[in-house]
């Protein structure tokens, strides 16, 4: 798979965490396309960054292209 993130969101990934788990792998195809998404994985694989890393992906889009508004985008629960 390449790397769908945006260099500066891939380049923090990389550094702070290395390479991704194997849960992170399989789980990233389906959240670029837009699917429901289930990745059932131990505790401390990766699954919460799996998915959240996509909504930080879209802030430091929206932030480089001068379209981050001052108001909540992600809902975390």
Same mark, same amino acid.
């Given at each position: 798979? &390449?790397?769908?993130?945006?260099?500066?969101?891939?380049?923090?990934?990389?550094?702070?965490?290395?390479?991704? $788990?194997?849960?992170?792998?399989?789980?990233?195809?389906?959240? +670029?396309?837009?699917?429901?998404?289930?990745? +059932?994985?131990? $505790?401390?694989?990766?699954? $919460?960054? +799996? &998915?959240?890393?996509?909504?930080?992906?879209?802030?430091?889009?929206? &932030?480089? &292209?001068?379209?981050?508004?001052?108001?909540?985008?992600?809902?975390?629960?």
């Amino acid at each position: 798979m &390449a790397i769908p993130f945006h260099p500066v969101v891939w380049r923090w990934f990389s550094r702070r965490f290395g390479n991704p $788990t194997p849960p992170q792998e399989l789980g990233w195809e389906s959240i +670029a396309q837009g699917k429901d998404t289930l990745i +059932a994985a131990p $505790t401390g694989s990766g699954k $919460t960054l +799996a &998915a959240f890393l996509w909504s930080i992906d879209r802030l430091v889009r929206r &932030a480089i &292209a001068g379209g981050l508004e001052e108001k909540s985008s992600v809902l975390y629960i």
